[in-house]
């Protein structure tokens, strides 16, 4: 994903429910979000055109939503969910786990879905294992953690 530009940001605080329906012929800064999702190589100038659509379409298209060309709640749901497992990859979680916990015989597992808590921070839940126990025949399931973006660790429950 291309660098977005430094007006967009607010864009990502709305929620989905709350952004405009973007569909070919609209303008503004929230369809060079659209543009800037999609990689183009273009100059972005704000404009919803026939490029933008066909993307839109695929896209929809690879996440079984409706293929209408039209970015409305749902489209925005999956692009924004898209755009913040960029900015926090799982990986980025289980190595914010390793430095919390210190333990060289734990390992980390996740089934890489982002979750959000009411407060609207998002997270990853983690299952550790020991390795010394799952070298001995077992499970070696030790814990359940919810990392979240800024690196804080929370003891969890299984997902």
């Given at each position: 994903m291309s660098e977005l530009p430094t007006e967009l940001p607010p864009i990502l605080d709305?929620?989905?429910?709350?952004?405009?329906?973007?569909?070919q012929g609209s303008e503004g800064?929230?369809?060079?979000?659209?543009?800037?999702?999609?990689g183009f190589e273009t100059e972005v100038d704000g404009l919803f055109g026939a490029q933008t659509d066909e993307q839109v379409r695929q896209f929809q298209?690879?996440?079984?939503?409706?293929?209408?060309?039209?970015?409305?709640?749902?489209t925005w749901t999956v692009m924004f969910n898209e755009h913040e497992v960029v900015i926090f990859p799982v990986e980025?979680?289980?190595?914010?786990a390793e430095e919390a916990l210190d333990n060289d015989?734990?390992?980390?597992s996740s089934d890489g879905v982002l979750h959000k808590d009411s407060d609207g921070n998002v997270f990853y839940s983690l299952k550790?294992?020991?390795q010394d126990l799952i070298d001995d025949g077992g499970s070696g399931t030790v814990g359940f953690y919810d990392v979240y973006q800024?690196?804080?660790?929370?003891?969890?429950?299984?997902?």
């Open positions: 709305v929620a989905p429910e709350h952004q405009p329906t973007l569909q800064i929230e369809v060079e979000f659209v543009i800037n999702h999609f298209s690879e996440h079984g939503l409706a293929v209408d060309g039209i970015v409305g709640v749902e980025q979680a289980i190595t914010y015989d734990l390992v980390f550790a294992q020991s800024n690196g804080v660790v929370v003891e969890s429950e299984p997902r």
